[in-house]
C-alpha cells in the first residue's frame, strides 16, 4: 500500500531506540521537511515527554553528515575515504563478492552483524533473519542486553511479561536494582513518583550515584558485580525471620526447602563482606522488602554484567514469590514486559528456511571471529552491519579494529553516519531515519504497541532496513514471495490479531490513535500472578530451575529463532554467588596491576553510540569523563579535570578525570557512547572491555573489568 | 544542555509546565519559574506546553545561556518546589499578549 505524504502535517510517529520507554512521537512537517518532534500528550505512559536524546530527532534527519548514497571504499580500510555509487552498483558488487565467496567457502563464511539500532517490528531485531537464515550464513548470537538476564527469569518465573509498569504507582515499597531510570527509562519515573508521594520508599542499588540515586532514600552501593550475595542474603533473612509468605509459596512455588537449605550460608555479614553493604542494612533492607506490601523491583539490564550475573536475577526472581508480592497490583518484579505482547516470532526470524547445524557466532566475539581467534572453518570473509556500531559497543576494540582492517574481509554497512565502524566498510549503505519510514513497535518497558507512521521521504536515496533486504532478497535470486512482502503486510503478519491481548485493537485504531494498551486489566487491579499461573514448566515459581538440567542457553530470540548449538555448560538449578571474575575485592590486593574495577553505563544524551555525534548531545555530555572517588585520585596525583590514561591488558584509553563521590572506592566510571573518531587515544571504553561471557544467556561482563588509571 | 525559564515567564506565572515535568524541577518565586538545572532530564516536555514559549534548551540561546543556566540554579536552591497546576497570574493574560509568542 503506498501512502501520501502531506505537505503539512502532524504525523504520529514512534521513537526507535532501544530504549525501554517506546514514545509515541508528534512530527511536525512543514513544506515536506520536519520541523519539530514532541512528545505525545494522549499517550498514557509517554505522557507527552521525549527525552535529551530524541526531543530535537529532526536534528538527525538533517544532519550535515548524514549517509546519503551508496559508497564504495576509495582510500584505506578505516580511512573514512569513500566515494559515491549507484545502488545497482552497490546491490550487484554485493551479489557478486557473496556469490564468490559462498562458492569458495559456503554460505558460512559469511556473517550477519545487528541488533537494535532501530527496534520496530518491521526494521529492527528480526529484519535480516529470514534472508540470512535462508542465505545460510552464520547465526549470530546477539546477546547485547539482557539475554544473560532473561535467560534467568524465564528459568525462574517463564517469559512473563511480569508486573505492569504502570502499576508501580500502587507499590508501597520500590526497589531498583541495577537501573539509572532518570536516564535510561524515564518515563517509567512519574509511576515510581506517584508511589512515593502516596508514601512508598524507594530503595537505588547501584555502585554509581547518579540522578536516580539522588532521589532515593536509601542508596545502597554494593562493589561491582556482588549483587547476588545481596539478593541471596535477603532471601536467608526472609526465610529466618518467618517473613515468608507460608500460603503464596505453597501454591505457587517449587524448591523452598532446597532454596532455603541453600541459602543458609548467605547471611548478611557474607554479603557484608562481598559488596560492602553494611550487615544491618541489609537485614533491614529484607525486612523492610517483605513488609511493606506490595514491593516491586524493578531491574535494569547493566545487572548481568558480570561473572554471576544470570544468578543474580535468578535469585531476584525468587523475592517476589518469597514474600507474596505477587497478590497484588504494585507488586512483583519488572523485567522485560515485551513477553506481553503476541508476537510471532517464527515468522520474524524464519528459522525453518535455515540450513540445519549452520554454526553460531556471539556477537561479543566479533573481534576474535574476524582475528582467527575462534579457529573458524570457514573464517569469516563477508561482514554485513546493519541496525548497530560494533567498534563503540563490543569488546575488545583493538582486536576488532585489527579484524575490520583485514584486507580480504569485504564488509558492508547500513548506516545512517559514517560511524567508527562504518569507516571499515568497503561498502556503505545510506539507511532512513524513523521519521522515513513505517514500523509498528512494540515495548519492552510498557504494554502498548505504538505505530510509527513515515512523515516524510527519505533523504538522498536512503532506504529502509525491510526495503534493504527486499532488494538483497532479488538480488540473491530468492524467489519466495515472502522476501518482497511490503512493510504494511509484514507488521499484520508479525501478530497474532487474534490473541486475547489484541482484541479491540486494529490497524485503523492505532492509524487514528497513534498507540493501544493491550487488552489487559486496568494496572490498579492489574496482579498477573496473584494466582500463580506462572509459565514455567511447572506453572511455579521455579526457585529450583527444572530447565536448569539442560544448561547454558539463550532464548532463540536473541538468535535468529536458532535452537542449535546452545553452550549447555552445567548451571545450578539453586541460586548462587559466583564473585566477579575480575574486578573483585580479592583483585584489590596490594601491588595488583590493575586495581580498580572500572564500569561503562550508558550516557544521558547517547544511546550507545547513537547522538554522540550530535552538537545538542555533546553540549550537555561533552567529552569522554572518568569519574573517580576522591581516595583513588589522591592516591594516583589526579585532580579534577587532569587527563588520564585508562588501562588495562586489553587496550586503554584517554578520559578527562573527575574526582567526586559518583564513583565509589575502588571503582571508576567512564561512561560510554562517544565515537573513537572524537576521542583523544583513538579509543573509548570498549576497548578495556572483556570477551568473557557471564554465567548464562552470552551475558557480557563489562561491570566485571579491572583497570589501572595513570596520569595521561 | 539543561532546560532553563526565561524572563518571557515574569508576570505571567502559567503552570502547565509544572505539571508536565516528570521530575519536579520547577521552583516558583511570586512573580515566575524556575528550572532547576540539576535536576532537568532534557525531555523538553515543557517546551511546548508554554502558552509564551519562556522555556528553552539552553543549547539554543545565541548568547547568555551560562548566565540563564546560573540565574536558574541560583534561584531554585531558594525556593521551594512547585509540583502542581496553579493559576497564572492576574497579569498573565495581558502579559503574553504584549509577548505575542
Redesign the interface.
Known sequence: MTRTLAHDATVLGACPHDCPDTCSMLVKVAQGKVTGV??N?AHPFT??????KT??YQERVYHPERLLYPMRRSGPKGSGAFERISWDEALATIGERWRAIIEADGPTAILPYSYLGTQGIVNGLTVGDPFFNKLGATISERTFCDSGASTAYVMTVGPTPGMDPESLAHSRFIILWACNV??TN??L??FI?QARKNGAKLVVIDPVRT?TTAMADLHLRPRPGTDAALALAMIHVIIREGLVDRDYVDRHTIGFDELSAHVAPYTPEFAAAETGIDAGIIWSLARDYASAQPSAIRIGVAIERSAGGGQVVRAIACLPALVGAWRRPGGGLLQLPLWAFPVRWDHLHRADLATPGTRVINQWKLGAALTGGLKLDPPIRALFVYNSNPLVVAPDQLRLKEGLAREGLFTVVSEQFITDTARYADLLLPATTQVEQDDLMFSWGHLYLTLNRQAVVPQGEAISNAELFRRLAAVMGFDDPFFQRSDDTILRESLDWDAPTMQGISMERLEKQGYARLNLPAADVYAPHAEGGFPTPSGMVEMKASMAAGGNFVLPTFRQGSHEHQSGTPVPALPTYTPPRESGIREAVPGARHPLAMMSPKS??FLNSTYANH??QL??DREQRLYMHPLDAEARGIRSDDLVRVKNDRGAFVAVAKVGDEAMPGVVVAPMGYWIAGSRAQATPAALNPTALGDLGGAPTFSDNAVEVERA | MPHVVTDACTACRYTECVAICPVDCFHAADDRLYIDPDGCIDCAACVPVCPVKAIVDAFDLATGSEELIALNRQRSRELPVIDGKSAPLPTAEARRQSLNP
Open positions: 514532541q512528545g500528550p505522557k507527552g515527554r521525549l527525552c535529551a526531543s530535537h532518570l536516564s524515564a518515563h519515573w512519574p513518583d540522578g544521558h544524551s552538537r545538542r553540549a550537555r
